[in-house]
């Protein structure tokens, strides 16, 4: 039977001590290297894969209900205008006009970046009240003198499958709570010149409901823009009694498969402008999107189209013209 023999560390030749002792130096320093990469450019690659991704999904972190903050004081008392907004771009009158509106900003660093980067200045800025860093963005947005919108979540009609966040307005809360909740995402979006639906599909159709928040709206001297697709929406009813800036967003431009489906659909907006005097669109910032928009705004021009922002729309059309409305097999949904 043989037996075992093993080798005392003191019996290995110096060189081979030396030459151990180096490779576990060099592994150590690999590791180190590999996790401080990690530390510095992991989150930046993560949003940047999530950009890639047709998500519909949203970054919404918990809020304290706590004090209302001296922003939120300022709001109540209708100082909200105090606030920089953008210089007003000149536009030529009298033409037809096309607006494109870019919600869901602030979620992402690399979609709203890319966003500021390749948008004209006519090009509207959504955001979203969640957004972290939210003034921060807000400030860059009105530096390159794009005109800005701040989200209002609201209740659908399949809440809590679809939630709108925690500072949404609602029908299932008492006009004390929407009230406070509107004061809130008021202050979040200082300087912006005013509020567009994120959801709504409930509390759209709540008159009762809708009034006080669109009252709230005009004394801060706000507009609103809702999104397509609100069946029985009682938004530009509600905003004409209350004299409250109201504009609908005529198409939903998706993010398509290819360039061509894209194209497609703003060539379908440009038509709605062509037969109306104006259009409005609205769209997410994935990339592919983003680069059609800015091809496309590039020709505008040529084709007798301008590409304005919201207030030159709003001063240049029927006001108060209904949103559209989704198909009817939508409608007989439950």
Known sequence: MKR????????????????FYQGLAGYGLLCTAVVGWIAV?????VIEWQSRIPSASAIIKNISAGKQSEAATEIRTGNISTTPRAT????????????????????SSF?????????????????????????????????????????LPMETTDYPKDDPGPRAVSSRLSDKDN???????LAQGKGTIGMINFMGSRFLTD??????????????????IETPGIAKSAGAAIAEQNALPYLATDLQ????????EIQQQLANLEKIARERGSAIGITEPYPITLNAIKLWAASLGKRGITLAPLSVVWENKPKHDKAPQPPQEQLRRP
């Open 4 to 19: 075992k023999t093993t080798m005392a560390w003191s019996s290995f030749p110096a060189e081979h001590k030396k030459r």
């Open 41 to 45: 450019n992991a989150g930046s690659t």
């Open 88 to 107: 007003p771009l000149l536009v030529p009158k009298k033409k037809i006009y096309v607006s494109v509106i870019v919600s869901d900003m602030g979620l």
């Open 111 to 151: 979609s709203t970046e890319k966003t500021l980067d390749d948008m004209p200045p006519s090009v509207v800025l959504a955001f979203s009240p969640y957004a972290e860093n939210l003034k921060t963005w807000l400030k860059k947005a009105t530096k390159l003198n794009h005109e800005t919108l701040i989200q």
């Open 179 to 185: 009230d406070d909740n509107l004061t809130w995402l």
């Open 207 to 224: 008159r009762k409901r809708l009034s006080p928040i669109f009252e709230t709206l005009r004394k801060n001297n706000s507009m609103f």
């Open 253 to 260: 431009i998706n993010a398509g498969t290819t360039d061509k």
